[in-house]
């Protein structure tokens, strides 16, 4: 059986072009983590890669012990994301000195068949085959992005604002107006392994909500 791979098959939230475009983001699920801090050298995000990456195969891996949900389909596990602010809520990407005050939401999307209920087992078998990781602070997440204008921004993660500058030229010549709260941040989709990737190889979703 082929394995949808999100990736391929919705091209419109996950291969935008070098240049602004403006989508609708339906309603996802994820299993998130929340956190806070340099993502290069603090622990809590290298914890929190463990937790996302340990949930998203547990649940992935669950048909080769007869545990696999109703409804479950082979699939390739989508790539990170991540919703970033710092203290005040229109962090927009810019101008960004002092990473240790950066605020995260670290999250990858699930399938369809996923619920809380799945999410909560898979936590549980985690637990077992981890009991020093700490799972307390992974969550299941519905959510909702709604009406954003995204870029495919290709070189380093410092290079962003050339990038997030065309967003906001975008948007200011079509009658958009940025629109950050509590719960629409700035984005980034993470298609490229910087470990295995040169810098001005990568290749990161960013996306910005809007509204008219």
Not at 98 to 103: E, G, L, M, Y
């Amino acid at each position: 059986m082929e394995k949808l791979d999100y990736k391929k098959e919705y091209k419109d939230l996950y291969q935008p072009k070098d240049k602004p475009s403006l989508i609708e983001v339906p309603e996802m699920i994820f299993i998130a983590v929340d956190g806070a801090g340099d993502p290069n050298v603090c622990p809590e995000y290298k914890a929190a890669m463990e937790m996302l990456y340990g949930l998203s195969f547990t649940i992935k891996m669950s048909k080769m012990d007869g545990s696999q949900p109703e409804g479950y389909f082979e699939y390739v596990v989508p790539p990170l994301e991540g919703l970033w602010h710092t203290d005040g809520v229109s962090f927009d990407g810019m101008n960004v000195t002092d990473k240790s005050k950066f605020k995260w939401v670290s999250m990858i999307r699930q399938p369809e068949f996923v619920t809380e209920r799945v999410f909560e087992a898979a936590r549980e078998k985690l637990a077992k085959k981890k009991p020093d990781l700490d799972l307390s602070n992974a969550r299941f997440m519905k959510y909702t992005e709604g009406l954003c204008v995204q870029i495919m921004h290709k070189g380093s993660y410092d290079d962003e604002p050339r990038s997030i500058e065309a967003i906001k030229k975008f948007a200011a010549e079509n009658g958009l107006r940025e629109d950050f709260s509590a719960d629409r941040l700035h984005h980034e989709i993470y298609l490229s392994d910087p470990r295995k990737c040169a810098p001005e190889r990568l290749r990161t979703v960013i996306r910005h909500p809007v509204s008219k």
